[in-house]
C-alpha cells in the first residue's frame, strides 16, 4: 500500500521556537515536496526535493529550510517559528519532478499552530 | 496572478445529479492537469487526471473535459453521491515544472 506518512500530525510552538516536520514515503520516489495550506490561498509549494541532497525553492522558501539525507525521508524545518507560518503542511512524493511522471501523493498534513 | 483559476468556489447539488467543476489556466506550457479530492482533515488525493493531448478522460463516474485552444477544462461528477462532498482541486504542471500549481479549490456538497 503505498503510502506517505508525516509526523507530527498536530504541533502548538511559542513564536521563536525551532521547529521540525518529518516525512516518510515507501514507494522509492525520487522526488519530495513540501506544500502549505491556507483558507484562501490553496496550496502553495514552499520546498521541492529531487534526490538526496538535491533541494530546490519553491514559491514560497522564505522562513523554511529542508533537509533530505535518505531517499524515503524529507524534513521541514523552521528556524525560529513565526505567527505567520500557522498553517497546514502537507508533503507529497512522485516518481519524478516532471511530467509525465508527475503524479503526486500526499500525506495526511501537519497542523502547526505558533503562538 | 493566480496562474490556475476554478469556479464556482463552491458547488450544492442533489443525490444523483451532476456537479460541473471549472477550471482555466493562464501557461501556455501547461500540459498535464490533475483533479484532487480532499475531505476535511486529510490530504488531497489524486482523483483523476488529462494529458494536453487528450479532449477527455473518463474514469467512472469522473470525467474530464479539456479545451487547449481556450485554456479551460471542466470536471463532470455524474450520478453524485453524498460521499462526494469534499473539496475539489484542478492543478497543472508542465513537462519541467517544480510541483504542481493549484487552483483555490470548489468545495462540493451533495445533499441526499
Known amino acids: 500500500d503505498m503510502k506517505v506518512t508525516q509526523m507530527p500530525r498536530y504541533l502548538i510552538k511559542r513564536m521563536g521556537e525551532n521547529v521540525l516536520l518529518e516525512c516518510g514515503q515507501d514507494m522509492s520516489h525520487e522526488t519530495m515536496y513540501w506544500y502549505r495550506q491556507d483558507p484562501g490561498l490553496g496550496l502553495q509549494l514552499i520546498y521541492i526535493s529531487y534526490d538526496v541532497d538535491s533541494n530546490s525553492e519553491g514559491d514560497i522558501p522564505k522562513g523554511y529550510r529542508v533537509s533530505r539525507k535518505k531517499r524515503e525521508h524529507f524534513s521541514l524545518i523552521l528556524d525560529s517559528a513565526k505567527t505567520n507560518q500557522t498553517s497546514v503542511y502537507f508533503c507529497a512524493s512522485s516518481l519524478s519532478g516532471g511530467a509525465p511522471l508527475s503524479e503526486q501523493y500526499f500525506g495526511p498534513g501537519t497542523r502547526l499552530t505558533v503562538l | 496572478q493566480q496562474q490556475v483559476r476554478q469556479s464556482p468556489q463552491s458547488l450544492t447539488v442533489w443525490e444523483g445529479e451532476t456537479a460541473i467543476l471549472n477550471c482555466s489556466y493562464e501557461?501556455?506550457?501547461?500540459?498535464?492537469f490533475p483533479w484532487y479530492q480532499q475531505f476535511p482533515g486529510e490530504g488531497p488525493a489524486l482523483l483523476i487526471s488529462i494529458r494536453s493531448v487528450s479532449d477527455k478522460k473518463e474514469d467512472g463516474r469522473f470525467t474530464i473535459f479539456f479545451n487547449k485552444r481556450e485554456k479551460k477544462l471542466s470536471l463532470h461528477i455524474t450520478d453524485s453521491q453524498p460521499g462526494d462532498s469534499a473539496t475539489y482541486f484542478c492543478a497543472a504542471s508542465d513537462n519541467y515544472a517544480q510541483g504542481l500549481t493549484f487552483g483555490l479549490g470548489t468545495r462540493v456538497s451533495v445533499f441526499p
Open positions: 501557461d501556455s506550457t501547461f500540459n498535464y
